[in-house]
């Protein structure tokens, strides 16, 4: 372990006059960190994210610090019993060591009405965020995001969850689980614009429980998108619906892995994942694996992926009509990437426009 | 071919220990240098051959298993005989095969007289071929299909030009192993221009408990020639573990086509770890139709690099993972160069907790302009122990492309079970012909004589234990 980061783990603790266990699960933490980062070869910077900037508006909804939590003596067990119960523990992986060891902020969101909206902004720093929706609860949750953060989601029996959320930040790394119980619904639709890493994890935990997720990316220059999104099957009549659409420009590359796994247990489960990808220029690139791992025979899953060009006859027949090439290739895109946005986003419909018409700003495409 | 394929297929084909003990030389289990030599010199190789054997132990031994996929670490590589030459000399005729060899093919259903239908076709017998035969055209043709010890004899010039060229060592462990230890295997050699109009058929079997069996096979089309090479493979069931890795390595020069037609059928104790990879020259045109039946693990990824412009592949597959089977096979297309085309049609059915994985990788490099491939795999689950998976992959590098890929799992549906029912037909006949509607694509592709014996197979396998 680096000696200069295990200072740095425990002055940060100090200023956040945390209690010993947790500086004590930083440095655990760090050592997780270290270990994975001397195997993998990479090493993140702390540095590089930067301070956090997080605005929060609520309306319904109430936040309060991991902080707040531990000064008051009667919610203190809950909140430490939470903390370390959670899905993303350092094991998982070499970012979410990272963040664990490094964060500098921890949020409890939760509604306090049947129905609560939130907006959440956060370009940079490092945070955990835990988003606790009770029984019946429905949160709707706008969110532009950047930094390093780690986000759960814990929906209890018919809770539901409408997240729309925009991706803009330098350099993003986005660690994302939501755990469903009986009934309960998340919708996720969330729009990539720059270069971003994200790990989705979802697991239907409770009958009835639905997933759908729909991921757009609009991206260009020296952008690298990772995204991959895990859904795991639990418990009977799950239903889970991945689509994934999404330009690369210029020397853009974009990967979007998506799993779907569906366990001996949950019969009569639904699963569809599809992935389509568009390469605008020469020297951009993209990788999809819509992948399944089906455990039992009552089951209805399918999956579709294409990548490819803009269709010629398409741009033809714009142009025939009168729109300047690059006016036709972007009502393509913008018809492409349509389809993919559920009927009432309103959201990211407008920042969706922005980006595209941003792509031939920069440069013209042929 | 016409024999009797339940025979194949049910367990307790047992040979007498008399028969077993009358190869000729057996090496003893495990693998170290001196197995090697000793199998380099008992075939009288020469030295290059030794090297390349040698180079490639020191590969197998440095390289870790594959850290994917189903599970190897049971294979005892230790407790396996390398090596295992049933007769002296090779037997060019029918009526001087030995006896004992020939009850083998008569219990696993091959008469005689199939020699009289299927002119042309080397068996294997254990590691080496014990008869083949070519039809005199062919020869005149200057067509050369023999088993790859001959090859190696009579031709050494062709297979040192291409052996290794196509899959190194290197490329993964069990490569390495088999190019240390190979033996046997089929050498197709067609000429510029003559294009051979009855499919080359080899059948490869095992027979000695522990026995691995390592067989190399080179096919190489040059230009404008076309030929089409069937496999089927069978095994008598053993209780121990076997292991089956062959190497495959098929060279399709410009304009020439290869077909490649394998059913696999191991007895459900092997491992059957084959790499099989082809390149397509320009307008050359590779299928690989690959049938996967037997095994306890099978883990086999058809490779096409699409190197010339204008190149097309074909795969298509079938999976069947019935009981304790682990079937985990899938295609891969490299687009290198423009106007390539890679179809591939993958279809699985799993039962009894088998478990069938499609694991493919479609990559369409830089330069590879008007690229189009399209991949389908569909998977069916007949019942809730069994399992399917789908890893997929697409690389794309180039933006002047067409790829699509689409994929399906599930049960036989119930209106169709009571679609038939409600003709007249009882359940497990129903369910067993929609599994044969479910195969049609891959069926319709093989020899009628396979389409026959396969269908047999599909209908056996689904209706026991079914209703």
Redesign the interface.
């Given at each position: 372990m680096n000696n200069m980061e295990e200072k740095e783990v425990i002055s940060l603790s100090k200023d956040l006059n945390e209690p010993k266990w947790l500086l004590h699960e930083r440095l655990r933490s760090l050592k997780v960190y270290s270990v994975l980062s001397k195997d993998i070869g990479k090493a993140l910077d702390a540095e590089t994210f930067g301070t956090p900037d997080t605005n929060v508006s609520l309306a319904g909804a109430r936040r309060d610090s991991l902080h707040d939590f531990l000064e008051d003596p009667r919610r203190k067990d809950i909140a430490k019993s939470f903390f370390i119960n959670r899905f993303y523990r350092p094991e998982k992986s070499i970012e979410s060591a990272f963040i664990n060891a490094f964060f500098t902020e921890c949020n409890f969101f939760a509604p306090e009405k049947e129905s609560a909206t939130m907006t959440l902004t956060r370009k940079h720093g490092i945070a955990i965020d835990f988003f606790i929706i009770l029984a019946r609860a429905n949160l709707g949750l706008n969110s532009d995001s950047g930094g390093a953060s780690i986000s759960e989601y814990y929906l209890s029996d018919n809770a539901s969850l409408f997240q729309s959320s925009t991706i803009t930040g330098k350099h993003s790394l986005l660690l994302e689980a939501r755990i469903l119980q009986n009934d309960a619904q998340a919708k996720l639709n969330h729009a990539f614009f720059s270069t971003a890493k994200k790990t989705n994890n979802t697991l239907l935990n409770g009958e009835n429980s639905k997933y759908a997720e729909s991921l757009l990316f609009v991206t260009h220059s020296h952008d690298r998108l990772d995204v991959s999104s895990t859904i795991l099957h639990a418990s009977k009549s799950t239903d889970s619906t991945l689509t994934a659409k999404g330009v690369v420009k210029d020397n853009a590359v974009a990967t979007v892995n998506s799993l779907a796994r569906i366990s001996?247990e949950s019969?009569g489960s639904k699963s569809r994942l599809s992935t389509h990808?568009m390469?605008?220029?020469?020297g951009?690139?993209?990788?999809?694996?819509?992948?399944?791992?089906?455990?039992?025979?009552?089951?209805?899953?399918?999956?579709?992926?294409?990548?490819?060009?803009i269709n010629e006859e398409q741009l033809f027949y714009l142009m025939s009509r009168g729109f300047s090439r690059d006016k036709a290739n972007q009502l393509i895109i913008e018809g492409f990437l349509d389809s993919a946005l559920p009927e009432g986003e309103k959201a990211l419909r407008g920042k969706l426009d922005a980006a595209i018409s941003a792509l031939y700003k920069s440069s013209s495409l042929k | 071919m016409f024999f009797n394929l339940t025979y194949r297929y049910k367990p307790g084909i047992m040979m007498s220990q008399r028969n077993l003990d009358q190869h000729s030389f057996r090496s003893s289990k495990g693998l170290d240098e001196e197995i090697i030599r000793r199998i380099s010199s008992i075939k009288k190789e020469p030295e290059w051959m030794l090297e390349f054997r040698l180079n490639a132990f020191k590969i197998f031994n440095a390289k870790k298993l594959q850290s994917w996929g189903p599970d190897l670490s049971k294979i005892n590589l230790n407790d396996l005989h390398y090596y295992v030459r049933p007769t002296e000399k090779k037997e060019a005729d029918w009526s001087k095969v030995p006896e004992h060899i020939k009850n083998t093919f008569d219990k696993i259903g091959i008469p005689e007289a199939e020699r009289k239908f299927l002119a042309g076709s080397t068996a294997q017998y254990e590691s080496e071929a014990v008869y083949s035969n070519l039809k005199k055209e062919w020869e005149s043709l200057g067509v050369i299909f023999k088993d790859m010890d001959s090859a190696l004899r009579e031709h050494p010039e062709i297979v040192k030009k291409y052996l290794g060229t196509l899959v190194p060592s290197t490329d993964n462990k069990f490569a390495a192993l088999n190019s240390a230890v190979w033996s046997g295997g089929s050498f197709v050699y067609v000429p510029k221009g003559v294009e051979v109009q009855i499919p080359l058929q080899t059948y490869f079997r095992i027979n000695t408990q522990n026995m691995g069996q390592f067989e190399r096979t080179l096919i190489i089309a040059e230009e404008g020639s076309s030929v089409h090479y069937v496999e089927g493979c069978s095994a008598v069931i053993y209780s121990a573990a076997s292991l089956h890795a062959a190497v495959v390595e098929v060279f399709a020069h410009k304009n020439s086509r290869i077909r490649y037609t394998t059913i696999q059928n191991w007895s459900n104790n092997v491992y059957n770890l084959v790499t099989k990879r082809a390149i397509a020259n320009e307008n050359a045109v590779v299928e690989w139709i690959d049938g996967n039946i037997g095994s306890k693990v099978s883990m086999k990824y058809p490779t096409v690099i699409l190197k010339g412009e204008g190149a097309r592949a074909d795969v298509i597959s079938i999976a069947y993972a019935g009981k304790g089977q682990i079937q985990d096979t899938g295609a891969r297309a490299i687009h290198l160069a423009p106007n390539t085309k890679s179809k591939i049609i993958s279809k699985s059915i799993s039962k009894n907790g088998g478990q069938s994985s499609y694991r493919g990788s479609v990559k369409?490099s830089?330069g590879a302009v008007n690229a189009t491939s399209s991949v389908r795999c569909d998977?069916l689950?007949?019942?809730?122990?069994?399992?399917?998976?789908?890893?997929?992959?697409?690389?794309?590098?180039?933006?002047?492309?067409?790829?699509?890929?689409?994929?399906?799992?599930?049960?036989i549906g119930e209106e169709q079970i009571f679609y038939l029912m409600s003709r007249g037909l009882p359940e497990n006949e129903a369910i067993s012909m929609i599994v044969l509607g479910f195969v049609e694509s891959f069926t319709k592709e093989l020899p009628m004589e396979y389409a026959v014996e396969l269908n047999r197979l599909i209908q056996l396998e689904t209706k026991e234990a079914v209703g």
């Open positions: 001996h019969q990808a390469i605008l220029t020469p951009a690139k993209a990788t999809v694996n819509p992948d399944f791992e089906i455990l039992n025979n009552d089951v209805i899953a399918s999956h579709s992926a294409s990548v490819g060009e | 369409i830089k998977a689950i007949l019942d809730k122990e069994s399992r399917s998976d789908t890893y997929p992959k697409i690389e794309v590098d180039e933006d002047k492309v067409s790829l699509a890929h689409e994929a399906t799992v599930g049960k």
